[in-house]
């Protein structure tokens, strides 16, 4: 739909601090008299136009396949994932970084966000400090990342200094860098490894990049943190066999899991949860091979903590 768009609209001339011929900064020619269109109107037009966002995946869908790959591979060598951003972008970062601990019992330092502004910005605008490169750069610095680590560099617009500098760090740290943007590479280029553009055209509201492109962000970056830990064992099947269970509701989905895969009863399935230290991937290792706990997560660990490769290992010992 934007695509002609796009093509008008590319300079390399541009300097970043120039910010008017982006297309995250167009003017929507959808959404001209938003200010009187009725509720309903508006919300027939938002679901029109995140349309785009699926055609905007799928168009990207090599260099997430990419990234899921290299992140996978940091993580099974002891490296990190790390989304650095300012604004929406640095918020989504830190959204996904702080779900993973409870859906993969992962442990926090495994994925991390990294917001310009530290935590007082999650709920107190600080986009001025998106101009710093040199904070960006500080940041990757703190955390010592290294050639094991993957970065993740998040600006709708592609322009935010903060996230450049840290790019720019860690490239020269080694660690591989990517680079997820909302505007074509014509508009914004940077030396990276991986390149992910996510085009979904002008927002409704102009340049407010929390719609839109905040949307496609957070489908991009659920593609790659949960493709990343199907790959590295985390999922069996469809199931999250790495599920940490710290409350009710997380419990009742561990018990749930066992049951379907093992056919148990839920008296028995919670007496196995119980018994392996509510560790789901644990007590279906133990209940198909018949190993003690203690047998079982030797076995996991042999296995990095595959469950379907400690299962086969097991079965054709």
């Given amino acids: 739909m934007y695509r002609s768009q796009v093509i008008a609209l590319t300079s390399n001339s541009q300097p970043l601090n120039q910010r008017g011929h982006l297309l995250t900064e167009q003017i929507n020619p959808n959404s001209q008299n938003l200010d009187q269109r009725t509720a309903l109107e508006l919300v027939d037009l938002f679901n029109q136009e995140d349309q785009n966002l699926i055609e905007a995946i799928a168009a990207a869908r090599e260099p997430l396949a990419t990234a899921i790959e290299k992140t996978a591979t940091a993580f099974q060598q002891g490296g990190r994932l790390f989304y650095v951003g300012a604004g929406t972008s640095g918020r989504l970062g830190v959204l996904d970084a702080a779900e993973c601990p409870p859906t993969f019992c992962t442990p926090p330092e495994m994925v991390q966000g990294i917001l310009a502004g530290g935590e007082a910005a999650l709920i107190r605008s600080s986009e001025a400090l998106e101009d710093r490169a040199e904070d960006g750069?500080?940041?990757?610095?703190?955390?010592?990342?290294?050639?094991?680590?993957?970065?993740?560099?998040?600006?709708?617009?592609?322009?935010?200094?903060?996230?450049?500098?840290?790019?720019?760090?860690?490239?020269?740290?080694?660690?591989?860098?990517?680079?997820?943007?909302?505007?074509?590479?014509?508009?914004?280029?940077?030396?990276?490894?991986?390149?992910?553009?996510?085009?979904?055209?002008?927002?409704?509201?102009?340049?407010?990049?929390?719609?839109?492109?905040?949307?496609?962000?957070?489908?991009?970056?659920?593609?790659?943190?949960?493709?990343?830990?199907?790959?590295?064992?985390?999922?069996?099947?469809?199931?999250?066999?790495?599920?940490?269970?710290?409350?009710?509701?997380?419990?009742d989905r561990a018990l749930r899991i066992i049951c379907d895969l093992?056919?148990?009863?839920?008296?028995?399935?919670?007496?196995?949860?119980?018994?392996?230290?509510?560790?789901?991937?644990?007590?279906?290792?133990?209940?198909?091979?018949?190993?003690?706990?203690?047998?079982?997560?030797?076995?996991?660990d042999t296995h990095q903590g595959n469950l379907r490769q400690a299962v086969h290992h097991h079965s054709t010992a």
Avoid at 173 to 178: E, I, K
Avoid at 270 to 293: F, I, M, N, Q, Y
């Fill in 137 to 251: 750069v500080t940041a990757i610095a703190d955390r010592h990342i290294s050639e094991l680590d993957v970065v993740v560099g998040i600006t709708a617009g592609g322009t935010t200094p903060y996230v450049h500098g840290a790019l720019k760090e860690a490239h020269r740290r080694g660690a591989t860098t990517v680079f997820m943007a909302c505007v074509p590479a014509d508009q914004v280029a940077l030396d990276v490894d991986i390149d992910v553009r996510l085009l979904v055209g002008p927002e409704i509201l102009a340049g407010s990049t929390r719609l839109k492109a905040g949307s496609v962000t957070k489908l991009a970056l659920n593609i790659i943190s949960t493709g990343a830990m199907v790959q590295i064992g985390k999922v069996y099947g469809n199931r999250m066999v790495d599920v940490s269970v710290t409350n009710s509701k997380l419990e």
């Fill in 262 to 300: 093992t056919e148990l009863p839920r008296e028995q399935a919670a007496v196995l949860l119980e018994r392996c230290d509510h560790k789901v991937k644990l007590a279906l290792l133990v209940h198909w091979t018949g190993l003690s706990p203690e047998q079982g997560q030797t076995l996991l």
